[in-house]
C-alpha cells in the first residue's frame, strides 16, 4: 500500500494554506466539521486581521465568531482559537510547541490537530485521524475501530514511524479522488487487492 501511495501521490501534503506553525493551529482548529477549501477561503482575510497568535488572543470573541463564521461551529471555535493563543501567548511565549503532551494540553487541540502540526510543520512524524484516514483506514482493514485515538494507535502498529505523515496525507488524497465517502471507485482503485472492502463486496 506504501508503494501505491508513494508512486501515485508522491507530493502529497497538507491542503491547509499556512506560513507559520501559529497559521496551521488556526487553520487545523477552524477545519473541524469543515473542508479544507472552505478554511482557505477564510484564512487570508483572517491572517490579514489576526496577524499572529497575540492578536488572536486579544480578539473579541463575538466579532472572531462573525469572522469565520462560514466554517461552521463558529462560536466553540471562536472560543477554541482565543482560549488556545492566549495559552500559547502567556506558557509559551508565543511560540507553539512542538511536542504532543504539550499541545494536547492546548484548549480546543486533540490529537488530530496535534498530529497536524506534528508532521506538517514540524516535519516530525505523525498519524493524521481524520474522517477520510477513518474511512480508508477501516475499509481496507487496516483497523475495526471506530474511535479515532484507538485507529491512530492501530495505524501507528502498521505504518512504518518515518511514513507516518506522508500515510496520512496520502491516504486523505486518496480518499478525496478515489475512495470516496458515498461510492467508493473501486474498479480504479490501485489497491483493491488488500482491500477487505473490496473483498468482501467482490470476491466473497
Ligand atoms: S478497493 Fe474500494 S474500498 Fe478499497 S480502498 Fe479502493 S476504493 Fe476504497
Request: aromatic content about 8%; charged content about 25%.
Amino acid at each position: 500500500m506504501l508503494r501505491f501511495l508513494k508512486k501515485n501521490y508522491p507530493d502529497a501534503k497538507c491542503h491547509l494554506v499556512f506560513k507559520n506553525a501559529g497559521e496551521l493551529l488556526v487553520g487545523s482548529i477552524l477545519s473541524a466539521q469543515c473542508t479544507d477549501k472552505r478554511v482557505n477561503m477564510v484564512t487570508p482575510g483572517l491572517f490579514r486581521k489576526y496577524p499572529d497568535l497575540d492578536a488572536f488572543s486579544q480578539a473579541s470573541e463575538e466579532e472572531l465568531q462573525n469572522d469565520i463564521r462560514s466554517t461552521g461551529f463558529y462560536k466553540n471555535k471562536a472560543k477554541a482559537i482565543i482560549n488556545c493563543s492566549r495559552q500559547i501567548v502567556q506558557t509559551h511565549a508565543g511560540k507553539v510547541p512542538c511536542e504532543m503532551e504539550d499541545l494536547v494540553r492546548l484548549p480546543g487541540v486533540g490529537r488530530k490537530t496535534a498530529n497536524v502540526i506534528i508532521g506538517n510543520y514540524f516535519r516530525k512524524p505523525g498519524i493524521i485521524v481524520d474522517t477520510h484516514i477513518m474511512r480508508l483506514s477501516r475499509r481496507i482493514g487496516l483497523t475495526c475501530n471506530s474511535d479515532p485515538v484507538k485507529i491512530e494507535f492501530d495505524l501507528r502498529e502498521c505504518i512504518p514511524e518515518k511514513d507516518w505523515t506522508f500515510f496520512s496525507n496520502s491516504l486523505g488524497d486518496h480518499g478525496r479522488t478515489i475512495c470516496k465517502a458515498r461510492k467508493p471507485l473501486c474498479s480504479e482503485c490501485g489497491i483493491s487487492g488488500i482491500c477487505l472492502y473490496f473483498k468482501q463486496l467482490y470476491v466473497s
